[in-house]
């Protein structure tokens, strides 16, 4: 089992940053690889957004590319945190951003976290 829990959300204004934190907690060992997606309001689906693996190689959405930067910790041995740096925030960016991981052959996913991007 692994445990996800979002923080960081908030208010942000367009052009600015925001940092969105996943802490994975449980049999992180096992861990394969962790996303975050975005559902916009109104959107019924979630959106990737970012990808990270075990060994660290990462993959965008191209609406974020450039602006977006997942990262990870694993430096702790029980909490397995990964990052999502959001620079040169837009309207767009607007939604509820939640985590996922993918471990033990399932998947995995946080309770979300929201971002409002808005002057």
């Known amino acids: 089992q692994v445990q996800l829990v979002e923080s960081g959300g908030g208010l942000g204004q367009p052009g600015g940053s925001l940092k969105l934190s996943c802490a994975a907690s449980?049999?992180?060992?096992?861990?394969?690889?962790v996303r975050w997606y975005r559902q916009a309001p109104g959107e019924k689906v979630r959106d990737f957004v970012a990808h990270i693996n075990s060994v660290g190689g990462t993959n965008y959405a191209e609406s974020v590319k450039g602006r977006f930067t997942i990262s990870r910790d694993n430096a702790k041995n029980t909490i397995y945190m990964i990052y999502l740096q959001m620079n040169s925030l837009k309207p767009e960016d607007t939604a509820v951003y939640s985590c996922?991981?993918?471990?033990?052959?399932?998947?995995?996913w946080g309770q979300g976290t929201q971002v409002t991007v808005s002057s």
């Open positions: 996922q991981a993918f471990a033990l052959g399932r998947f995995y």
């Open positions: 449980g049999s992180i060992d096992s861990i394969e690889w």
